[in-house]
């Protein structure tokens, strides 16, 4: 059964950095684009970055853009997200998503991605 598991979500004050991991079981990421959203209380779910493989492509939403970098490590069949310079608005619970094998290009909204993470809390806060 292809599942994700995002991990990595904490409390951090201003200006920190995390790391988040999203563990895909099921399935070989190389097949898939992986995406990243996140989720504030009262707010839609955003993209936030995305890989596809299919191309080597990368996105990355233009608010953030500069502070994020997503990675792949296919050994470990798990795709990182890190964010540096965290601000308070980052505060949302964040999301893995992947959607493949046919069309794996990266897509901005969350309703075209077929399998879901829980997510993970990420708190910025002094």
């Known amino acids: 059964q292809l599942q994700l598991v995002e991990s990595g979500g904490a409390l951090v004050q201003p200006g920190g950095s995390l790391k988040l991991s999203c563990a895909a079981s099921g399935f070989t990421l190389d097949y898939y684009a992986i995406g990243w959203f996140r989720q504030a209380p009262g707010k839609e779910r955003e993209g936030v970055s995305c890989f596809s493989d299919s191309d080597g492509s990368t996105y990355y939403a233009d608010s953030v853009k500069d502070r994020l970098i997503i990675s792949r490590d296919n050994a470990k069949n798990t795709v990182y997200l890190q964010i540096d310079s965290l601000k308070p608005e980052d505060t949302a619970v964040y999301y893995c998503?992947?959607?493949?094998?046919?069309?794996?290009?990266?897509?901005?909204?969350?309703?075209?991605?077929?399998?879901w993470g829980q997510g993970t809390q990420v708190t910025v806060s002094s």
């Open positions: 998503a992947a959607r493949g094998p046919v069309d794996r290009l990266c897509r901005p909204r969350a309703g075209e991605y077929d399998y």
